[in-house]
């Protein structure tokens, strides 16, 4: 050991745990119970890693030794101690975890929290972990030893800038003889977490599902049990009330919300296994975090393996729970749990149970699907590129807001198709507004032929796989060529006469002015009153997928093809000063640069597009007079 090592250090905390530590004490948070809630989590995890590592290693856990945790209150020392005989933590690990903020979720929720008026409310959708105890404490000290280490070390602090790390006393070092004590010297007005009935209170409210004793030790009185420490995926589910699985997800899932969806069954056969599984009613902050992983916590006979075996697939990385395992070893390794053909087996058949109970739960509990579609819908359309065996059904299970102005599924879509009409048309984009307002539309529109307005990134990826619905293929309203000619117009939009340019001699015309810059010009079938727009080839990316990619530099964006409506007095202009070269050229590519804007781009070279511009409207205003 060098002296170092040996030494007390003082150490300043990570910016954001600073950070978060002011928002804490500047703000008034009346949810301060969840402190232990917390740190009971955090108790519960330790002894899960210890109960977990003695499977290969024994000797950790000693007879009569099973982990533990305990709620000491001490009104005389105004302390209250939260004590598990869990794994422990290491100088090191003490210096690592309780000074710094490894999770991506807290790290958005404190930038929420920085940013909201009144941090009240978000605190109390969101633990943030061990640093919540500093909202009743002002000054905590951690004891801890790790399970089979001789070493015992004292992390103390008060907030503020900074903590201490220290080799504990010969007393403290005495007393903690495995795993973690969590002494809280209370502030003033957080005495009443002394009572003992207060204590029992916030146990039962949010920790009553940890698996460990939980043991209070008053000053009165012998230590007793305050929680029941079963295994409620175990439980038949005629024994559970709707509160006993609120509270279980609430505790599993770390969640404040209320479930929408509880899926709890026990498989029997080939391979034996309980699963309870929940989908939360909201969005957590790091919904789209690329570290999100799925956070199913698989254990084995009623011991925590880990929550990192992918027991879902990542479209279904909001849902939470546990998988209880009947067979597998348990000295599984971590290695192992990738191709376990068990856990091969249990995956497709938790993942096929979970999209048939959304299923049912969009057909019997509309307001809880729609609280999951609205949170989720998002994440569960990756699926439609991801999962190909069960497309049709997510698919199905898709709601798509559309120009009827409703949310809308592709069921009843093909129901009320246009005569004629053979495809679902849609249409990708940024915003529901900028969408409404496509020339793409138009001929659509025309026609009251129902198009669906995609909003989400996702969107732009799983429509390039050219996919059907009950045989009608999606088609982008925004690509390829399409045919509206057998659909009829709407009353109202028939009669519009020939059109005013000739189209072989207009579009040779554009064409020589545009040159390379679009790979083709052609009559549009889309338009009716705009005089122009983009689309892509019918083979190829759509042009709001190339959009997004080439918004994060990967791929490179084709040349457009020009679509022009020949019904429209400025192509039919450009017909009519064929002969001046000049003015073609400039209306031509005023007709390139207006669809470019209606895209929400650029001109390629704004500059010339302002002159250019300025120049049509003097020689119109020239001619009016
Ligand atoms: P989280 O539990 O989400 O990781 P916390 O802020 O609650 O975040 O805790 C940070 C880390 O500190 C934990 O991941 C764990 O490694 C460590 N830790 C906290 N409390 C204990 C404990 N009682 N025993 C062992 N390790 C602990
Ligand atoms: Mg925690």
């Not at 040996?6 to 530590?21: G, I, K, M, R």
């Not at 949310?407 to 246009?418: D, G, M, S």
């Not at 080839?537 to 457009?560: A, I, T, V, W």
């Amino acid at each position: 050991m060098t002296t170092t090592d040996t030494a007390a250090v003082s150490q300043p905390f990570q910016a954001e745990v600073s950070e978060l530590l002011h928002l804490m004490v500047h703000s008034v948070y009346s949810e301060t119970d969840i402190f232990l809630r917390e740190l009971i989590s955090n108790a519960s995890d330790a002894c899960d890693k210890l109960r977990y590592q003695a499977i290969a290693a024994p000797e950790l856990i000693g007879e009569n030794d099973a982990p533990n945790i305990r709620v000491i209150p001490d009104k005389k020392a105004n302390t209250l101690t939260v004590a598990d005989t869990g794994i422990g933590m290491e100088r090191q690990e003490l210096i690592d975890n309780l000074g710094t903020i490894a999770r991506s979720g807290t790290k958005a929720f404190v930038a929420k929290l920085a940013e909201a008026k009144d941090g009240a409310g978000l605190i109390g959708q969101f633990g943030v972990g061990f640093y919540s105890a500093f909202m009743v404490a002002q000054r905590i000290i951690v004891t801890s030893r790790r399970a089979g280490s001789r070493e015992v070390w004292s992390w103390s602090s008060s907030g503020g800038a900074g903590f201490e790390v220290a080799p504990a006393d010969e007393q403290d070092a005495k007393r903690v003889a495995r795993g973690t004590e969590i002494v809280l010297h209370l502030k003033e007005d957080a005495k009443k977490y002394l009572e003992t009935h207060e204590i029992e209170r916030i146990v039962g409210a949010y920790s009553d599902n940890i698996q460990f004793p939980i043991v209070l030790v008053a000053d009165e009185g012998e230590p007793r049990q305050i929680n029941s420490a079963s295994a409620l995926w175990q439980r038949a589910k005629s024994e559970l009330t709707p509160e006993d699985y609120t509270k279980a997800y609430q505790s599993i899932a770390h969640a404040f919300d209320e479930p929408a969806m509880t899926l709890h069954y026990r498989a029997e056969g080939r391979y034996s296994y309980a699963v309870l599984l929940f989908a939360p009613s909201t969005k957590p902050f790091d919904l789209f975090e690329p570290a999100r992983k799925g956070k199913v916590k698989l254990y084995v006979r009623r011991v925590f393996i880990t929550d990192d075996a992918d027991l879902l697939p990542a479209y279904l990385r909001f849902v939470r729970g546990v998988v209880d395992s009947e067979d597998l070893p348990l000295n599984i390794s971590r290695e192992m749990l990738q191709n376990n053909p068990q856990l091969v087996q249990i995956r497709k058949a938790v993942a096929t149970r979970v999209v048939g109970e959304l299923e049912t739960l969009a057909e019997k509990d509309a307001e809880n699907f729609n609280k999951i579609w609205d949170a989720f819908g998002a994440v569960i359309k990756e699926g439609i590129y991801e999962d190909f065996e069960r497309r049709e059904k997510l698919l199905a299970l898709s709601r798509f807001f559309s120009t009827t102005g409703e949310k809308r599924t592709l069921k009843q879509y093909v129901a009320e198709l246009k005569p004629n009409q053979t495809e679902i048309y849609f249409l990708v984009g940024d915003s529901i507004e900028r969408l409404k307002s496509n020339p793409r539309l138009e001929a659509a529109s025309a026609r009251g032929i129902e198009v669906l307005l995609l909003t989400d990134p996702v969107d732009a990826f799983w429509t390039s796989a050219r996919l059907e619905f009950e045989g009608k293929p999606l088609q982008s309203l925004s690509q390829g060529d399409l045919n509206f000619d057998l659909i009829p117009l709407l009353e109202e939009n028939k009669d519009k006469g020939e059109p005013a340019a000739d189209e072989a001699q207009t579009i040779a015309i554009i064409k020589s002015s545009l040159g390379e810059r679009v790979t083709d010009v052609k009559a549009s079938t889309r338009l009716t009153t705009s005089a122009s727009c983009l689309v892509a080839g019918s083979h190829g990316p759509d042009r709001e997928l190339e959009r997004l990619l080439s918004q994060q530099n990967r791929g490179m964006r084709s040349k457009p093809i020009l679509e022009i409506n020949l019904r429209h007095p400025l192509v039919a202009a450009i017909a009519n000063k064929g002969s001046d070269k000049t003015i073609a050229d400039d209306l031509s590519l005023l007709l390139l640069e207006q669809a470019q804007i209606l895209d929400g781009e650029l001109p390629e070279d704004p500059a010339a597009f302002a002159a250019r511009l300025n120049r049509l409207v003097l020689q119109g205003l020239a001619l009016s007079q």
